[in-house]
């Protein structure tokens, strides 16, 4: 691999997060930030499924709520469907498409958010799983790529990452999302973990 082909390579993950900068995108951050931070303040929680390495990020997106991101605040209610003897359990007796949607169903609640992320959107498992949410009377947010599949305009909020055929791209913008949104949602939440590194910025 020449280094030309590396800065490819790195341009090309660059583009991906990129993609975050436009309008319609900002919006979703804003958005689902404001949900979260007001779920978050009814005592809600959220629940964040995905397969492979998207699972990998949604239990990342868990644990920087339930433990810390940045700085030192309250603990905010997170699960990520990770599981062996549930996913397993569920996977052997009826399917693995099923894994998702059973522990909604057990552990969703009216007002609840799912976060469920497919690079593809045709995933059977997350498709089952958003459908058990909505069931449930579950707010859903999906961080999907390649036009959505299956799940486009399904959840209440939806971002796509456009322009990207693999799924590594993707996931990294879906990662970078989802560091954005803690972030957006500990301002809402802890204004006064905030204030202080404002008032340095304001004075440097």
Aim: proline share 4%.
């Amino acid at each position: 691999m020449t280094k030309q082909h590396l800065v490819g390579l790195i341009n090309e993950s660059i583009r991906a997060v990129s993609f975050l900068q436009q309008p319609h995108v900002l919006d979703f951050l804003e958005d689902v930030a404001e949900l979260l931070a007001n779920m978050f303040n009814n005592d809600g929680k959220v629940i964040a499924i995905g397969n492979g390495g998207s699972l990998c990020d949604a239990a990342h997106f868990a644990e920087e709520l339930t433990g810390f991101f940045r700085y030192k605040r309250p603990s905010l209610p997170a699960i990520a469907v990770t599981e062996p003897a549930h996913i397993t359990c569920v996977a052997n007796d009826i399917g693995y498409e099923w894994v998702f949607a059973r522990a909604i169903s057990a552990f969703g609640k009216p007002g609840d958010v799912l976060i469920a992320l497919s690079t593809s959107g045709r995933s059977p498992s997350i498709i089952r799983a958003v459908e058990e949410a909505q069931k449930c009377q579950m707010r859903t947010v999906t961080f999907l790529g390649k036009g959505g599949g299956d799940l486009r305009g399904v959840a209440d909020y939806e971002l796509i990452i456009e322009g990207f055929s693999t799924s590594d791209r993707i996931q990294e913008a879906h990662m970078a999302a989802l560091h954005i949104l803690i972030e957006l949602v500990e301002r809402r939440l802890f204004p006064e973990v905030y204030a202080p590194l404002l008032a340095q910025a304001i004075q440097n």
